[in-house]
Structures are given as C-alpha cells and as structure tokens.
C-alpha cells in the first residue's frame, strides 16, 4: 500500500538511449511533481502536474517529457540520455486545490530513481 | 538568490542528545510554508514536520519540533533524545504562496551522524 510508488528503482543504461521512469500515487492528490538530486544531494523541481495540467517546467531541456495519463500517474520520459543526466530522479505528490495563497500542502515523496547513463 | 540556507554541512551528535540544525529562508511573501525532510542512506525522502508563516505556535512532532523564528527567518529543526536511527541528511524546504506552483525549494542538506 506505498503511497507514492516509482519504478524503476535503478535504471542503468547507455548515452543516447530513451528511457522511461513511471510514477503512481494512491493518495488522491491532485498535484504530482517530478524532481532531480544530483550528486551533491541538491534537489530541484523539474515539472509539476496539477490535475493532469502542466504547472512548472523549470528549465529542463526539452528531452525531458513529462507525461500525465490521470491525476494518479506521472511518467518521465528521457531521449538521447547524456552523461549529465545521471541521478536520482523523485516523484512526488501533495493536495493542492490550485487557490492562491495555500502554501501549506506537504509533499509525498517516492523511493527515487537512480539513472545512470554510462 | 538562495531561498533556503543550511549552513551547517554535517553534524555528529551523542545518542540521546538533542541537535539543533540550522535554516533560514528567503522570501517577500506573508504567506508560505516551511518543511523538514530526512534522506537515510537508502535514499527516500521522509516528510518530518511542518511550519506555516501564520502558525503562532512552533510544530512539534514527536521528537521533532521548529523553532520557528519569523523576524530572523530561522526555521531551525530540533530533534531531541537522537537515536542512532536518525543519522541521514535533513533538507530544510519552503513552499511560497506566490507564485502558486507549488514547488517545494530545498537548502543543501545537512548530514547528522548519531555516536553511540
């Protein structure tokens, strides 16, 4: 009964390869994030997903496509892999109904994602 | 501009001693939340404790509490009577009301080792 499930749980794969990472929460929320640790442990939003609508796409480069089927999944998917995309990869979810001044939503984290592109 | 500051890198505490662990924060907004994760060495992220901009009182969570003080923008995590479970990093994190994109902003951690 994980709350916020991620597979696959390490993914090791070749540079230029397309990769899939797939995440599903069973909370009901509506708002589903995906971020990235690098090696210094520094995390940082890449997309958030607020009822199957894209809210933040923060600078990441277009070979990162986050994709939505339902407000229970958020699937990332990866083209032509580069070295410097090797981390941990997190998905995550809160309940956020999208009105301004909320800010005290806690986000659900899932176990991670460890990419490494060799 | 750093939104969340932890200046401390790593710590080690003695078993049943309280930590302090240091964060401060950045921001214009009155309304906005601050949160304590903990990473352990199998790598998830454990949601701790909890903080909003308007709470007057300062969270407590088991042995987990903030000391929340505003007018510093300090949102300090303390943990008491530390176990050698708790050894892992902790992320200080802030989620501003404005703009509303949910994101969480995270400090660089700081990694606690408990002695025995």
């Known amino acids: 009964d994980t709350a916020v499930s991620q597979t696959p749980k390490y993914l090791v794969t070749q540079m230029g390869n397309d990769k899939s990472i797939k995440c599903e929460q069973n909370l009901g929320h509506d708002t589903m994030y995906w971020y990235k640790q690098d090696s210094k442990k520094f995390l940082k939003i890449m997309f958030s997903?607020?009822?199957?609508?894209?809210?933040i796409n923060e600078t990441v480069p277009n070979r990162f496509s986050p994709k939505s089927p339902d407000k229970a999944h958020l699937n990332l998917h990866i083209n032509s892999l580069e070295l410097g995309d090797s981390a941990v990869y997190f998905c995550a979810s809160s309940q956020d109904k999208g009105l301004a001044g909320l800010a005290g939503d806690t986000q659900y984290f899932g176990p991670g994602t460890r990419l490494t592109v060799l | 501009a750093q939104k969340i500051t932890q200046t401390q890198p790593g710590m080690f505490v003695q078993e049943k001693e309280a930590v302090t662990l240091d964060c401060t924060y950045d921001t214009s907004d009155q309304s906005y939340g601050l949160f304590w994760y903990k990473q352990p060495s199998s790598g998830e992220m454990i949601f701790l404790i909890y903080?909003?901009?308007?709470?007057?009182q300062n969270a407590t969570e088991g042995r987990y509490s903030l000391n929340f003080q505003k007018a510093r923008k300090s949102a300090n995590l303390v943990i008491s009577a530390s176990q050698l479970g708790d050894s892992a990093m902790y992320f200080c994190?802030?989620?501003?009301?404005?703009?509303?994109?949910?994101?969480?902003?995270f400090g660089a951690g700081t990694t606690v080792t408990v002695r025995a």
């Open positions: 903080q909003g901009s308007y709470d007057e």
């Open positions: 994190a802030m989620r501003e009301a404005f703009p509303n994109d949910y994101k969480l902003s």
């Open positions: 997903y607020n009822n199957k609508e894209l809210i």
